[in-house]
């Protein structure tokens, strides 16, 4: 009689959702319902420890399996679900899981985990840093319209961060919204004014509406401002002269 392994967690998670399994597995569904019942800080704390000493421990058996030697025991769970299971709202297991989601095809699941860090509060850690980089994740994947709709659910909930302008901004001037675009950018340099990063991008934008001589000005003033060796604004500067010079 051939005995049959045990499904890991990732097999699982292949087969079920997150919202699914932190229901119908016994393990994830007895620490949402315990840890319910505690203090929030609590809570926090106990996901923060399961989400970065499991981080830590898949970074030492990476380096050890480098070496050729014996890595530790793996976790049964992928990054980030424990932590999820622990706290709802913890943000970085929440981009975690959710892109995970997204890269087993529940793009569904992952938007929804994804518009659940819009809602968190600004004074979550780090939390315009991790929407980024949800945002950039969905950029990566080339699925700018969902992107988009993050950065503009984020930019309602705080309509002060200049970061989720830029985001939308990006993402409108890739699906061709040149206008829209230039736009988004112009309220993140009033936001942040003197930036030599948003006036990159500004002018980036200007250059795709061809607004050339706007874009220029923008150009040269965040040369002005930038350190020698940020080469961003003069490459578009080379790329507006080209396309100046072809719509002559």
Aim: with cysteine; hydrophobic share 40%.
């Amino acid at each position: 009689m051939v005995t049959k392994l045990t499904d890991d967690g990732m097999t699982k998670f292949e087969k079920l959702p997150f919202c699914i399994l932190v229901k119908d597995d016994r393990h994830l569904a007895t620490l949402r319902r315990d840890y319910a019942s505690m203090p929030a800080r609590e809570r926090r704390k106990a996901a923060d420890w399961e989400y970065y000493s499991q981080m830590a421990s898949e970074m030492f058996n990476d380096s050890m399996a480098l070496t050729g030697k014996k890595a530790l025991g793996k976790s049964f769970w992928p990054s980030g679900v424990v932590a999820l299971a622990i706290d709802p709202l913890y943000a970085p297991a929440i981009l975690t899981v959710g892109s995970i989601e997204y890269q087993l095809g529940r793009v569904e699941e992952a938007m929804k985990l994804f518009n659940r860090l819009a809602k968190l509060p600004k004074n979550d850690e780090d939390l315009s840093t991790i929407i980024d980089k949800a945002g950039d994740f969905l950029i990566d994947q080339d699925d700018c319209e969902n992107a988009l709709a993050l950065y503009s659910a984020a930019e309602k909930a705080h309509s002060h961060e200049a970061v989720y302008l830029l985001g939308s901004g990006y993402c409108l001037g890739k699906l061709g919204h040149y206008e829209e675009s230039v736009e988004k950018h112009r309220h993140a340099d009033a936001l942040e004014p003197n930036n030599y990063k948003h006036l990159n991008d500004l002018g980036y934008s200007l250059l795709e509406a061809e607004k050339f001589d706007e874009a220029e000005e923008v150009l040269q003033r965040s040369i002005s401002l930038a350190p020698a060796d940020y080469e961003f604004p003069l490459n578009n500067l080379s790329e507006l002269t080209e396309k100046r010079n072809r719509h002559e």
